[in-house]
T-cell receptor
Framework: DGGITQSPKYLFRKEGQNVTLSCEQNLNHDAMYWYRQDPGQGLRLIYYSQIVNDFQKGDIAEGYSVSREKKESFPLTVTSAQKNPTAFYLC?????????FGEGSRLTVL | AQSVTQPDIHITVSEGASLELRCNYSYGATPYLFWYVQSPGQGLQLLLKYFSGDTLVQGIKGFEAEFKRSQSSFNLRKPSVHWSDAAEYFCAVGLKEYGNKLVFGAGTILRVKS
């Protein structure tokens, strides 16, 4: 089935560690996005990529990094510089303005 | 700055009652408009979208929304709510001029009482 696959679904890390969240899509969409979701704040854009080998910062990019080496893959690294990384992270691809979301990854920093 | 407002953080309705969730936006041009639904711990599912044309849009699961340009609103409605509709609902707005990036409202949590 076509869709967006995020892994892992749950992740725990210690303070000071980097962690990478995986996002893979088989929808053949050019654009991909990473959002962060916190209770009562909706979704906030971290990074987005409209084509392979290119990406732009969103509204809350500090402490995060991404790469887009393949059309199908858009991994997000949460670095130790991110001050409050505990959150629910959503990856999406986009086609003609509509977003298609993965199931999300919940990151907890211990 | 672009913004999307969902004034109601929580709404509780009885099963079988009608529902209206409000969404207002602040953009100069006519944007793309979306409603998404999210069950706990899950991703977002598209309910309906408006790009142009008829301002009353039909979506999945019996939902509809009406775009009112004069009020900068895109309210979501359902004539009879089912217990399975309990979830969080997000309004989202995008502009082609901004590369189709969507801005999301803070969400409205719908509770359904039997």
């Amino acid at each position: 089935d076509g869709g967006i696959t995020q892994s892992p679904k749950y992740l725990f890390r210690k303070e000071g560690q980097n962690v990478t969240l995986s996002c893979e899509q088989n929808l053949n969409h050019d654009a991909m996005y990473w959002y962060r979701q916190d209770p009562g704040q909706g979704l906030r854009l971290i990074y987005y990529s409209q084509i392979v080998n290119d990406f732009q910062k969103g509204d809350i990019a500090e402490g995060y990094s991404v790469s887009r080496e393949k059309k199908e893959s858009f991994p997000l690294t949460v670095t130790s510089a991110q001050k409050n990384p505990t959150a629910f992270y959503l990856c999406a691809s986009e086609n003609t303005g509509e977003l298609f979301f993965g199931e999300g990854s919940r990151l907890t920093v211990l | 700055a672009q913004s999307v407002t969902q004034p109601d953080i929580h709404i509780t309705v009885s099963e079988g009652a009608s529902l209206e969730l409000r969404c207002n936006y602040s953009y100069g041009a006519t944007p793309y408009l979306f409603w998404y639904v999210q069950s706990p711990g899950q991703g977002l599912q598209l309910l309906l979208k408006y790009f142009s044309g008829d301002t009353l849009v039909q979506g999945i699961k019996g939902f509809e929304a009406e775009f009112k340009r004069s009020q900068s609103s895109f309210n979501l409605r359902k004539p009879s709510v089912h217990w399975s509709d309990a979830a969080e609902y997000f309004c989202a707005v995008g502009l082609k001029e901004y590369g189709n990036k969507l801005v999301f409202g803070a969400g409205t949590i719908l509770r359904v009482k039997s």
